[in-house]
């Protein structure tokens, strides 16, 4: 079935440095990609989100690009801060039938380490 | 301060207890889910109701049981759970039953449940 392949699980980076998040999908049909933050504790909140017509999306430090062809999308994010430090998690829209288009396909998530 | 409120946050139950989760979203949307997040997995989309009708999901086992009285409000009836059953439940809401920009999915806190 399809997938959203997410990487890496755990990426620890020096604080002031950027942090590059990746993820693949297979679903051709899929138009929408979200990503979320979650903090310890609470649940994931969106940060981002870009759709298939468009190549990059940038909100303040962070970014997200979309490569349709090749079926991936990063999230990149720079200079980096201790409160960035979380789990976060890609997904994809899904296409198909009446129950499908209400879900998302969900990376397994990266948990972010900022070192200070 | 989230917009999705769930109770309990903490609940432990023996396999043949009878419990129940609540969610309450106080944003006026039409379209309420519950999640299952386990450790390092992708979120799993277990139930949608949109304007309260639920779309089933027939890959969930019987042993959970939704109740959505109105828009507002969202529980999880929980009947003879197993040990795997243990995980974090999310309760989501968004404005329309949809994956889509503009359709931001909102979570709660979640439930940490321990199946003993």
């Known amino acids: 079935g399809e997938n959203v392949e997410q990487h890496p699980s755990t990426l620890s980076v020096q604080e002031g440095d950027s942090a590059v998040i990746k993820c693949t999908y297979s679903?051709?049909?899929?138009?929408?990609f979200p990503w979320y933050k979650q903090e310890l504790g609470k649940g994931p909140q969106l940060i981002i989100d870009?759709?298939?017509n468009v190549g990059e999306k940038k909100d303040q430090r962070i970014a997200v690009t979309l490569n349709k062809t090749a079926k991936h999308f990063s999230l990149h994010i720079t200079e980096t801060q201790p409160e960035d430090s979380a789990v976060y998690f890609c997904?994809?829209?899904?296409?198909?039938?009446?129950?499908?288009?209400?879900?998302?396909?969900w990376g397994a998530g990266t948990k972010l380490i900022i070192k200070p | 301060e989230t917009g999705v409120t769930q109770t309990p946050r903490h609940l432990v139950m023996g396999m043949t207890n009878k419990k129940s989760l609540k969610c309450e979203q106080h944003l006026g949307h039409n379209a309420m889910y519950w999640y299952k997040q386990s450790a390092k997995k992708p979120l799993e989309l277990m139930f949608v109701y949109n304007f309260k009708e639920q779309t089933e999901n027939n890959s969930v086992p019987s042993r959970f049981s939704p109740e959505c009285p109105n828009s507002s409000h969202l529980f999880l009836h929980l009947h003879t759970l197993q040990p795997e059953d243990s995980a974090l439940y999310l309760c989501?809401?968004?404005?329309?039953?949809?994956?889509?920009?503009?359709?931001?999915?909102?979570f709660g806190e979640g439930s940490w449940l321990t199946v003993v």
């Open positions: 679903d051709s049909a899929s138009n929408y």
């Open positions: 997904a994809a829209s899904r296409g198909g039938n009446l129950f499908s288009n209400y879900q998302l396909i």
């Open positions: 989501a809401s968004s404005q329309e039953g949809y994956s889509s920009s503009g359709n931001t999915i909102y």
């Open positions: 870009i759709r298939s």
